[in-house]
């Protein structure tokens, strides 16, 4: 993965030194709240309900074992012992004094992190495919691009006063992972008819108030123009988009406003302009990128390792986490392993320091040291040996890390909601919860098939209820919790935004809700049909008429 | 009506509500409770002096409850008493 150089370790050692003038200004009253705010948010501090919470950028989603120590010291040192993973493959802290942050973020300096880029109207840190570089269907690891866009994002002037925050989402499979089509950029790696491989480029995509799927601009953008049709969107959007109304600020808003092929006629103008410029990245820097990513040594090993196929025929376990938790990797013998973030009734995305060492570890032991974050809260190890995945399933058993539930009903996405969010109308993880409980039996979760549960505590749509095949919306009724669900989203190659099914469910409500809704699949389903594609075909009308029959 | 003020602390961001001699403390139930609007208004003037102390300060509107007082609203609940789901680790805030 990509190391600092000293260009990378000198920018950032300098913000925690401004840092820490700002805090101790602030604190001695030298500087006012509001003046304070916009420069303590540039760092990812954010004041919550009931403390300050510390956003920590987490690159397209890699870390290293050294950095998830630093992380699991955090949290032990400066927090309550927990951090929870997001859906911009980041990591919060909910429980810090501001007196703390200097020293935080100095500990995260020493291992090139920051909590740059985690909040503002910039340029947010840049996602991608959490199975980037391993993944059997890849044609190229999109994570290349996504450090050539983070190096040209970072502190970019023109572009840190945007009209609202930005977001870019990196794939470079044909099978998203990284829900480009809901970014304000998506890029999609593949290769045209030369066989040369460059960027589908995807605008307007987004969630929130208004969720909108991304319209594709330029269909094949050649790798070395990356960064000028960046800038060339993003100055469009700059001079464009509106400032006068926080909710139509957002690029969405203005593609829809003009139209997908003015939009694109105004950006490829300026294009033309500046494409041969300085932006233009030359092949030695690319290379120089790209050498950081460079696969590791795999030493030789066997597909099918008897220890691996008799511990299947063994333990219904081991072969239900093979099944759901085990995904396919481009090198012979080794696997993607997925460590659930979602135990049986538990808070997605949460992770407590001494999992998190203990992941750091087993990094160490069976995958070259390296950790990803996917958008949907779980920690990937991407590089394990196969003949290694009993014994690595028995560690992740014994630390509640190997619930086979990826890609299930289980595994539900669901933003802190308002037991922490300021902006939140209504609980989410409670009713993530409740449901994680409710389709506990792995069993039955294997028979309802893959399902994803997406919540949201309010309109922003953290939890991407938008795009879940079933998504939840928190909302505020005359002073009590009500959840509103749409079905039929989905944020893969084939996005779609869901349909609210009719009015909004109470807490007590909801589950036996969702409950009906997989009675009805599960009735209506054809042989080997998914939920999403059943919905598709039945339409909203058998849904609606169970749910609200008894209602 | 019954209102009173509710902040963060500055230094922890701890949820905190003004009590009587313009003390801040972390109980609701010790929060100094404005019965009119001229109160009210005087109380949040007290709280936004100081702001060295607490960030945001606003009013909320509290019942009697049990003897004590408790939010009306279920969000400045939350606040009062903390998430309420149970953390992965119990563990007190450092400083607490």
């Not at chain 1, 300096?109 to 740059?116: D, K, N, T």
């Amino acid at each position: 993965m990509y190391a600092y150089d000293s260009f990378d370790q000198s920018l950032i050692a300098e913000r925690v030194n401004q840092f820490r003038e700002q805090v101790a200004r602030r604190l001695a009253g030298e500087i006012s709240e509001d003046e304070f705010k916009p420069l303590r948010l540039m760092n990812g501090l954010y004041l919550q309900l009931h403390a300050y919470m510390f956003r920590i950028a987490i690159p397209y989603g890699t870390l290293n074992s050294r950095q998830l120590r630093t992380l699991a010291h955090i949290a032990r040192r400066y927090d309550r012992g927990y951090g929870h993973f997001t859906t911009r493959q980041n990591i919060q802290f909910n429980w810090i004094r501001l007196e703390d942050t200097p020293d935080i973020l100095a500990e995260l300096a020493g291992v090139e992190m920051h909590g740059i880029q985690t909040s503002g109207n910039c340029i947010r840190n840049v996602t991608a495919d959490h199975f980037a570089g391993v993944a059997a269907d890849e044609i190229e690891d999109p994570r290349i691009w996504c450090e050539i866009v983070r190096q040209w994002s970072t502190f970019h002037p023109e572009f840190s006063f945007l009209p609202r925050k930005f977001k870019i989402a990196i794939t470079g499979a044909p099978h998203d992972r990284a829900a480009v089509k809901v970014n304000d950029i998506g890029l999609r790696m593949h290769k045209n008819a030369a066989g040369e491989v460059g960027f589908e480029v995807i605008v307007g995509g987004g969630q929130g108030r208004t969720p909108a799927i991304g319209v594709t601009i330029r269909d094949f953008l050649p790798k070395q123009h990356l960064l000028s049709y960046l800038e060339a969107i993003l100055r469009t959007y700059n001079l464009l988009g509106r400032r006068d109304n926080l909710y139509k600020s957002r690029i969405k808003i203005l593609v829809a406003a003009v139209g997908a092929a003015k939009f694109a006629e105004a950006v490829e103008e300026e294009w033309t302009r500046i494409k041969d410029g300085p932006l233009v990245l030359p092949l030695a820097e690319i290379k120089r990128i790209e050498a950081q990513f460079a696969p590791p040594q795999y030493a030789p090993a066997d597909p099918f390792p008897p220890e691996v196929v008799a511990k299947r025929q063994a333990s219904p376990a081991f072969a239900r986490w093979m099944r759901s938790n085990v995904a396919a990797h481009r090198q012979p013998g080794y696997a993607i392993v997925t460590l659930s973030l979602k135990p049986d009734g538990g808070i997605p995305g949460d992770a407590t320091a001494e999992q998190m060492d203990a992941i750091a570890d087993l990094a160490d032991s069976y995958s070259h040291g390296e950790i990803r974050v996917s958008h949907v809260q779980n920690l990937v190890l991407p590089d394990v040996r196969r003949a290694d995945l009993p014994a690595l399933w028995d560690r992740l058993t014994a630390l509640g890390l190997a619930t086979p539930n990826i890609g299930l009903i289980g595994d539900i996405i669901a933003c802190p909601g308002l037991d922490y969010c300021s902006l939140a109308n209504a609980r989410s993880i409670p009713i993530a919860q409740r449901l994680s409980e409710r389709f506990a039996d792995p069993e039955r979760q294997r028979e309802i098939g893959e399902l994803a549960i997406k919540i949201s505590g309010c309109i922003n749509a953290c939890g991407h209820h938008h795009v879940g095949h079933i998504g939840i919306l928190g909302v505020d009724k005359k002073g009590e919790e009500f959840y509103q669900i749409a079905l039929g989203g989905n944020a893969d190659e084939n996005a779609s935004i869901g349909d609210i099914i009719g009015p909004a469910f109470s807490a007590d409500s909801v589950v036996d809700a969702v409950a009906t809704i997989v009675d009805v699949y599960l009735d209506r389903r054809q042989e080997g049909e998914r939920f999403l594609d059943a919905y598709r075909r039945l339409g909203q009308a058998p849904f609606k008429e169970k749910l609200y029959a008894a209602h | 009506m019954s209102r009173m003020v509710t902040a963060n602390r500055l230094r922890d961001g701890a949820v905190v509500f003004l009590a009587a001699g313009g003390r801040w403390t972390r109980r609701v139930a010790e929060g100094h409770v404005a019965e009119t609007e001229a109160h009210a208004a005087a109380l949040l003037r007290a709280a936004e002096a100081v702001p060295t102390e607490v960030v945001g300060p606003y009013l909320i509107e509290v019942a009697a409850h049990g003897g004590s007082w408790v939010p009306l609203r279920y969000r400045e609940r939350i606040r009062a008493k903390g998430p309420s789901v149970d953390t992965p680790v119990k563990q007190p805030a450092p400083g607490a």
